[in-house]
């Protein structure tokens, strides 16, 4: 890009103070260097304030400390605050690559992108590389039919314009989970995605992720699909939408099936997936394995 416009970095935090020092300096770091950093404290009682300090003179820093209200309200406070043309996130255990921005703002010259974001790698609690094979597939352009099927989007490395705030909203502050697929179904309406295969963004991987809550996941998951298909209701294919609810049952119980070596629960689950898309062959394929392991 000829200039380099404004990018604002939010960084949500609750009792992250072991890694946040870490996910602030590697946006610091950025070669890119018109940005600013908006954290967010959302009601730690670990040494965040503490480990914050350091940051108190440099004037890209803007430190927020509220009660605990939940990531979407914390998240949503950095955004109210953001100054920047260009909205980023970066999770307060998580690190961005310094060639992060300069790599991606160059897609935003094509004015109907929307949002850009890329491919990922990870490491342990110690900031180990970790090898994790990836078999999630990425798309771009006009995306909402292949999203409303499976958010292949990592969240962190997503960069996105403010005006897509304004258009379509900020996170849902109801949903407790899935509040980035949430986000980017309701961009996608609007806007084309861009994907950069380039690994700009380093997630940690630990046990006390949430992510690891596959029932609040799946809760949520379909909360967040039935509002999106009543509030847009000519978006999608009938088709797209059969085959998104099929996803989302067979989904559910494979993680319940694999978690609690049931079958019943998970039975009904790929029941009521085969009748939302018969064609849908992973469901059978789960059927299979679910009836040979009952056996």
């Known amino acids: 890009m000829e200039n380099e416009p404004l990018v604002s970095v939010v960084i949500a935090t609750y009792n992250m103070g072991q890694y946040l020092p870490l996910a602030v300096e590697s946006v ?63 999770d307060a255990d998580d690190i961005w690559q310094p060639q992060k921005l300069t790599t991606q703002m160059p897609h935003f010259c094509e004015p109907r992108v929307g949002v850009v974001y890329t491919d990922v790698s990870y490491v342990d609690p110690l900031s180990m590389p970790l090898s994790k094979a990836c078999s999630v597939h990425r ?34 502050e109801t949903l407790p989970m899935g509040i980035d697929w949430d986000l980017w179904l309701r961009y996608s309406v609007d806007w084309h995605f861009k994907y950069e295969p380039t690994k700009t963004y380093v997630y940690r991987i630990w046990q006390g992720q949430m992510s ?22 000519d978006t999608i294919s009938e088709t797209v939408i059969s085959r998104a609810w099929a996803d989302m049952y067979v989904g559910r119980a494979i993680a319940i099936a694999s978690s609690e070596r049931t079958f019943y629960e998970p039975f009904r689950d790929i029941i009521s997936g085969l009748r939302s898309d018969i064609r849908y062959w992973p469901a059978w394929r789960s059927l299979a394995k679910l009836v040979i392991r009952r056996l």
């Open 139 to 172: 798309y771009e352009g006009k995306i909402t039919d292949k999203l409303l099927i499976k958010n292949f989007i990592p969240f962190g490395t997503a960069v996105m314009r403010k005006e897509c705030v304004q258009r379509s909203g900020m996170f849902d």
């Open 28 to 90: 610091l770091n950025q070669e890119w260097s018109n940005l600013e950093v908006i954290v967010v404290d959302d009601g730690s009682t670990d040494d965040t304030l503490v480990v914050m300090r350091k940051f108190a003179i440099d004037p890209r820093v803007k430190y927020i400390r509220t009660e605990n209200q939940g990531q979407p309200k914390a998240k949503n406070r950095g955004i109210s605050e953001a100054r920047g043309q260009f909205i980023g996130f970066c």
């Open 212 to 233: 690891k809550n596959y029932r609040g996941r799946y809760d949520n998951a379909i909360r967040i699909l039935t509002k999106f298909l009543s509030k847009y209701p």
